[in-house]
T-cell receptor
Framework: AQSVTQLDSQVPVFEEAPVELRCNYSSSVSVYLFWYVQYPNQGLQLLLKYLSGSTLVKGINGFEAEFNKSQTSFHLRKPSVHISDTAEYFCAVTPQAGGATNKLIFGTGTLLAVQP | EAGVAQSPRYKIIEKRQSVAFWCNPISGHATLYWYQQILGQGPKLLIQFQNNGVVDDSQLPKDRFSAERLKGVDSTLKIQPAKLEDSAVYLC???????????FGPGTRLLVL
């Protein structure tokens, strides 16, 4: 079974400051990793994903994440945030090939609150 | 390209009533998912379809929840009878196939009073 931990339920940050949203996972098998963003009253939008290859993954809106297998982490970063980045961010994993299902297992989310 | 469509966007019902949600996936997407997102939690998969067959419904409360995807395109999720704890956002997602990126709809926000 897999589980995802997002320790920070809320991260307040000032506009143009850097930010890191933390994500750790637990799994007995190899996984694919994802970050989704959810704006108020909207569905989830894929920010980026790690399937294989380079451990540094670049996504949309200037976000990037680094996969660290030894620490089972997949932290999300942005060097300079904007007010428009205020949203809920979800980290998720799914087991790699071998099963009939690829359901996403989500963390509890981190609210990024960007202040002027 | 049109995204995943869901309706209604909001629904308020009383406990023990029934309710149904509708999802139209992105054209050509064979795999369809229903997730339940309770306030303060991440989404949890309820059921996954591959075309019109069920791939995973292990977390679907089958005594009250049902879902179908008869023609392998649109899908409906039904709750009968609803309980207070069913208050949540119900998200539909689709992908071209298993192991492909999932695209989410805007969700249906259900409040059970």
């Amino acid at each position: 079974a897999q589980s995802v931990t997002q320790l920070d339920s809320q991260v307040p940050v000032f506009e143009e400051a850097p930010v890191e949203l933390r994500c750790n996972y637990s799994s007995s098998v190899s996984v694919y990793l994802f970050w989704y963003v959810q704006y108020p009253n909207q569905g989830l939008q894929l920010l980026l994903k790690y399937l294989s290859g380079s451990t540094l993954v670049k996504g949309i809106n200037g976000f990037e994440a680094e996969f660290n297998k030894s620490q089972t982490s997949f932290h999300l970063r942005k060097p300079s945030v904007h007010i428009s980045d205020t949203a809920e961010y979800f980290c998720a994993v799914t087991p790699q090939a071998g099963g009939a299902t690829n359901k996403l297992i989500f963390g509890t989310g981190t609210l990024l609150a960007v202040q002027p | 390209e049109a995204g995943v469509a869901q309706s209604p966007r909001y629904k308020i019902i009383e406990k023990r009533q029934s309710v149904a949600f509708w999802c139209n996936p992105i054209s050509g997407h064979a795999t369809l998912y229903w997730y339940q997102q309770i306030l303060g939690q991440g989404p949890k998969l309820l059921i996954q379809f591959q075309n019109n067959g069920v791939v995973d419904d292990s977390q679907l409360p089958k005594d009250r929840f049902s879902a179908e995807r008869l023609k392998g395109v649109d899908s409906t999720l039904k709750i009968q009878p609803a309980k207070l704890e069913d208050s949540a956002v119900y998200l539909c997602a689709s992908s071209t196939g298993i192991q492909e990126t999932q695209y989410f709809g805007p969700g249906t926000r259900l409040l059970v009073l």
